[in-house]
């Protein structure tokens, strides 16, 4: 179970303090949400921020790039220090190139779904990716709510992951909070990508402990009802 906090809902005004916190807090990933302005309506930050946080944690930073035009960021994310990038489906043909650019800057492969399109576009890749990252809110913004209808896709995607003995991560990634977070990793989630609930916490150690607590109830749960 993987615990990945989102920089984005951070003090953008401590940044090296705040990846500091996040280092000390127990979580396994650092989510780096990518904003270009087009891609979605909201811009964030780039690739000199992440380079001047890289030297504050060993933590895997999971970059998430709502960007229309990935194939310009590659190289400096990589450069940056990213460990994996996550492209969107939405890019249509664009994805097995920048899936194997990103392969070849020797970084793991993250495929992104917005709430609107349906799974089946990204069974194609399912070989090919190390993590698959389904939105659970209209990505651009943090703070929002949690939208139940992306659920089904939860379980697709580890049915899939079962049937096919593939390995990829099945990330949430919007409006996670301590109860969807149960709800997700039921439906079969192993990476839980949350922002205003972490982040806001003064005690962002204690949140991210309770986190991976209820979401390895709802695996044991499962394991023991012999549901998978
Ligand atoms: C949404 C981003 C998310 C966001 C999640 O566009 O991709 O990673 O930071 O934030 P919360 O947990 O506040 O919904
Ligand atoms: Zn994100």
């Known amino acids: 179970m993987i615990i990945a906090p989102s920089l984005l809902a951070a003090d953008f005004g401590r940044l090296a303090k705040e990846t500091e916190r ?12 990518i904003m270009d302005g087009h891609f979605v309506p909201n811009i964030s930050f780039g690739p000199a921020v992440v380079q001047r946080i890289r030297p504050l944690t060993r933590l895997f930073f999971d970059v998430h790039l709502m960007c229309s035009k990935p194939e310009i960021l590659l190289e400096p994310f990589a450069k940056a220090g990213a460990n994996q990038m996550n492209i969107h489906v939405e890019l249509g043909d664009h994805v097995t190139p920048l899936m194997w650019k990103i392969k070849s800057l020797g970084k793991k492969v993250g495929l992104a779904i917005n709430p609107p399109t349906a799974i089946s576009a990204v ?26 209808e992306t659920l089904p896709k ?20 919007g409006g996670v909070d301590f109860k969807t977070a149960a709800d997700c990793a039921h439906a079969g989630a192993d990476a839980f990508i949350s ?16 986190m991976r ?5 709802q695996q044991t749960v499962l394991t023991t009802d012999g549901l998978r």
Do not use: C
């Not at 280092?23 to 949400?33: I, M, Q, V």
């Not at 069974?123 to 949690?146: A, C």
């Not at 922002?195 to 005690?203: C, D, E, M, V």
């Open 22 to 33: 996040v280092n000390r807090s127990g979580a396994d990933w650092l989510h780096l949400d």
């Open 123 to 148: 069974e194609p890749y399912l070989k090919e990716i190390d993590s698959l990252l389904i939105m659970t809110v209209h990505p651009g913004f943090g703070g929002q709510s949690f939208i139940y």
């Open 154 to 173: 939860v379980q697709q995607a580890r049915e899939w992951r079962d049937h096919r003995h593939l390995h990829y991560h099945i990330g949430v990634d």
């Open 195 to 210: 922002g205003t609930t972490l982040f806001h916490k003064r005690n962002l150690a204690a949140a991210v402990k309770r």
């Open 213 to 217: 607590k209820i979401v390895e109830e």
